[in-house]
């Protein structure tokens, strides 16, 4: 792989850093990775070829390159971090035998010193970033060089609908204003870009190896704004297995000139909710739904999807559901559980075992017992009635279950 013709254009009100990747081992055409955002931050970016090495490094560890090249010098701390990542990639994912992408680019000499040292985030809206923020808040002085005062907000990351971004953004850029940092959309393709062809490959590639990749990629961009970046573990350490986003592999994508910090992994997803709870300020602002259909409904979540009950359940188990409107209802059923719920993993399990008891204290027994069958259903447990029902609509067409209405009805 080269990474070459490294260039910035000015496009409608927006700045956009561009590089051409050329595969050489694989079978893929040239591709344009670019990261974009408004020109009133047009001094704070540069084409940083570190920038681009992190965005390539795990692609081509993926498909199979034996090299990337780069005709600039990138930063030797940053080399040697990526091959410890590669490294904790092939340890998970490959046969140990497999062999290293070679990194074939000069080691900067020289680093440019800053004036000031500036800390941002990764600004989603959801229970995890907003946690990062809270406890920056605590523990922080809003003079010490760690402070957050700037969210970034990555558009072709979990957002490829525009619409959907842009209702987000309006909501985050409010919620900035209030708690003093400064909202910067980011637009890339880097992930939409690679392995695309495949959205199942694609997706599980993303989560494995990519994730915490993607987005420190798109912070390398500000060196000239920023010295740190926070990215917001999603998943609490006792139930935490090899991921893209992982506190073993985030902080090796830190430059000389920026470091990159993994937050939260001590916390479980009912400790984060705990601990907003005395930040009420964020609870109108939650957005935790990938749906691009909940700004239709006028709302930032949709209310119907898994990650809108589980957090809606949490928040109803510690008495919260009903002093925010970013859900579209104050309740949760035992159906919307039914509906909705797969447990796939044993972070999805922890989150949902941790709900049983608050839920029983407020008399819900109702929750607890869809919970329950979902985690029994996880287990392998199913009850009989779900056993039967399956084989009725695979080998009778539903027809049993019509005949029951029917005797009921009778």
């Not at 199913?382 to 005797?407: A, E, Q, T």
């Amino acid at each position: 792989m080269k990474i070459e013709n490294f260039r910035l254009e000015n496009r409608e009100k927006k700045v956009r850093l561009s590089a051409t990747v050329k595969w050489e081992d694989c079978e893929r055409p040239v591709e344009e990775l670019y990261f974009e955002t408004r020109e009133e931050f047009s001094d704070d970016i540069s084409c940083n070829p570190n920038a681009f090495l992190i965005a390539c490094v795990a692609p081509a560890m993926y498909l199979g390159e034996k090299r990337i090249f780069l005709d600039s010098e990138v930063c030797p701390e940053l080399k040697n971090g990526l091959v410890n990542v590669m490294q904790w990639f092939r340890h998970w994912w490959y046969n140990p035998d497999r062999e290293l992408v070679k990194i074939e680019a000069k080691s900067m000499k020289q680093t440019n010193p800053k004036n000031v040292q500036r800390a941002a985030v990764f600004y989603s809206g959801g229970i995890d970033s907003f946690t990062t923020i809270y406890l920056n808040r605590l523990t922080y002085p809003s003079e010490h060089p760690g402070y957050i005062k700037d969210g970034l907000h990555v558009y072709g990351l979990e957002h490829d609908d525009i619409e959907t971004f842009d209702y987000l953004g309006n909501s985050l850029s409010k919620f900035a204003d209030k708690i003093g940092i400064i909202y910067i959309p980011v637009y890339t393709n880097i992930y939409l870009n690679h392995m695309a062809e495949d959205s199942k490959n694609n997706y599980d590639f993303f989560h494995n190896q990519y994730q915490s990749a993607s987005i420190a990629a798109v912070a390398h961009i500000f060196t000239r704004r920023l010295s740190y970046a926070s990215t917001s573990s999603g998943t609490h350490l006792r139930v935490m297995r090899p991921t893209g986003c992982h506190p073993l592999i985030d902080h090796n994508y830190s430059s000389y000139d920026l470091r990159i910090q993994q937050r939260g992994v001590h916390l479980s997803r009912l400790e984060k909710v705990r601990l907003l709870s005395n930040w009420s300020i964020a609870l109108p602002y939650i957005r935790v739904c990938n749906r691009s259909m909940a700004h239709w409904l006028n709302t930032l979540n949709c209310g119907r999807c898994e990650k809108c009950i589980c957090t809606m359940l949490e928040l109803l188990a510690l008495k919260l559901l009903d002093r925010t409107d970013a859900f579209p209802r104050h309740d949760v059923s035992g159906n919307d559980i039914r509906e909705a719920v797969v447990i796939q993993n044993r972070f999805m399990e922890d989150c949902y075992i941790e709900l049983l008891s608050p839920l029983a204290e407020q008399g819900r027994l109702d929750l607890v017992k869809a919970i329950k069958e979902k985690i029994g259903f996880y287990h392998g447990k199913v009850p009989l009635r779900h056993r039967i029902g399956k084989m009725d609509r695979r080998f009778l067409n539903g027809n049993l279950k019509k005949l029951m209405r029917m005797v009921i009805a009778k």
